[in-house]
């Protein structure tokens, strides 16, 4: 199988290792985009399941926004759960809904991956499994979580600076690894990936942890102030639908809003190579009786 890779503008087998060969571009840039991963069937089957989320929306989630700095329960409950959470346009200051229920929604997560089955059936598909193996050299990769991202037309919120390794930091710092499945054209104008190339190699910036005061109102905190990043350092990486776009956990990146009339959705779920690793028991998302992490190659 052989896929196009942006950043080289060439060819390149899926026989070579992403982490061991020094010129790949997923070890270089700390991405890797892969075109037609998935068929158009595969894309609109997909798609038709994450349109689907918004025909019921739960009561209890009516008054909940997802921005990056929610800190409270509800997102501490729903890493064993499929939880609805809306973009900040889509609400008034009371609640109530601006828009369309079908376009109200930013993201519906953490668990699709394993409570719901069209997405389970794609997250550990032989297709995402000979990639951990073959190409990415994981020895035990599980799933931590998975999203499901509308970036509705219009109010399809922005998604600032940001490494993965943040909310999901590991030890080694470099287990982490996002699958980013276009379900739309992802472009400039509906907010595409941004990346800095490189950026993986400097570390974790910050982290965002459960709060060690458990007086504070806050459950979740950032241990450090956003870092400056100069905006000169990325570069905008749009795509076509059923591409696969590989993350590494410490890559910074980030999306900016949709202002178009074309919706941006997203399949995407995080991986951790447990080889050898330490899970943080700081991290917001931990496994739970009802749900620990899945094993990419002992399920289906």
């Given at each position: 199988m052989r896929h196009v890779l942006k950043m080289s503008f060439t060819v390149i087998s899926h026989a070579f290792s992403l982490q061991t060969e020094p010129h790949f571009p997923f070890r270089k840039n700390g991405y890797l985009v892969l075109e037609d991963f998935f068929t158009e069937e595969e894309v609109r089957e997909m798609k038709d399941a994450g349109t689907k989320l918004t025909d019921d929306i739960p009561d209890e989630s009516n008054r909940i926004v997802f921005t990056d700095t929610v800190r409270n329960k509800y997102l501490l409950e729903s890493g064993d759960k499929i939880k609805c959470f809306f973009e900040s346009g889509?609400?008034?200051?009371?609640?109530?809904?601006?828009?369309?229920?079908?376009?109200?929604?930013?993201?519906?997560?953490?668990?699709?991956h394993w409570l719901h089955p069209v997405f389970k059936k794609y997250t550990f598909c032989d297709k995402i499994k000979n990639l951990c193996d073959k190409d990415l050299d994981l020895e035990d990769p599980k799933v931590v979580q998975s999203m499901y991202i509308f970036k509705n037309p219009k109010i399809g919120d922005e998604v600032p600076y940001h490494q993965d390794s943040s909310y999901l930091h590991t030890k080694p710092e470099n287990k982490l690894v996002g699958f980013w499945i276009a379900l739309d054209d992802a472009t400039v104008e509906n907010g595409c990936l941004w990346f800095a190339p490189g950026s993986h190699k400097s570390g974790v910036h910050r982290r965002y942890i459960r709060n060690p005061d458990l007086a504070s109102d806050d459950p979740l905190i950032y241990t450090s102030p956003q870092p400056f990043y100069p905006s000169s350092n990325f570069i905008p990486v749009p795509v076509k639908k059923g591409t696969l776009v590989l993350i590494h956990g410490l890559v910074v990146h980030f999306s900016e809003s949709n202002k178009s009339n074309l919706s941006r959705h997203v399949y995407t779920f995080h991986v951790v190579d447990f080889d050898k690793t330490v899970y943080s028991k700081e991290n917001w998302l931990q496994p739970t009786e009802n749900l620990p992490f899945k094993s990419i190659y002992e399920n289906s």
């Open positions: 889509a609400l008034d200051k009371n609640g109530k809904l601006l828009v369309d229920p079908k376009h109200s929604l930013n993201k519906v997560g953490h668990a699709l």
